[in-house]
Nanobody, 122 residues
């Protein structure tokens, strides 16, 4: 049973550097991809960062150079370190996991989703 649980969100001052965590489970499967998405009110869900089974990463242009995705396979946890936060980074952040091949920052690629954690930047 695949389950994703995010943590680490909250209210942050602009310029802050919080880290989001997502505990995932592989259910014995390898070769999965993991990603962080976000959705602000009235906006579409946006792929922020992804990490493939081989460790390769992808980032949205809006966060490139500011956010870093990483993974601890032993702990089955994926992280999103966010730096130089801006008010426009305010959104619900979701962790996602995929057992299939697809575009790394497209939501349709991912078949498992967490409940989300809110990040509010002021």
């Amino acid at each position: 049973h695949v389950q994703l649980v995010e943590s680490g969100g909250g209210s942050v001052q602009a310029g802050g550097s919080p880290r989001l965590s997502c505990q995932y489970s592989t259910d014995g499967y390898t070769g999965y991809a993991l990603a962080w998405f976000r959705q602000a009110p009235t906006k579409d869900r946006e792929g922020v960062a992804s990490i493939e089974g081989d460790g390769s990463t992808s980032y949205a242009d809006s966060v490139k150079g500011r956010f870093t995705i990483s993974q601890d396979t032993t702990e089955e946890t994926v992280y999103l370190r966010m730096t130089m936060l801006k008010p426009e980074d305010t959104a619900m952040y979701y962790c996602a996991q995929s057992s299939r091949i697809g575009s790394p920052l497209q939501s349709a690629t991912y078949n498992y989703w967490g409940q989300g954690t809110q990040v509010t930047v002021s």
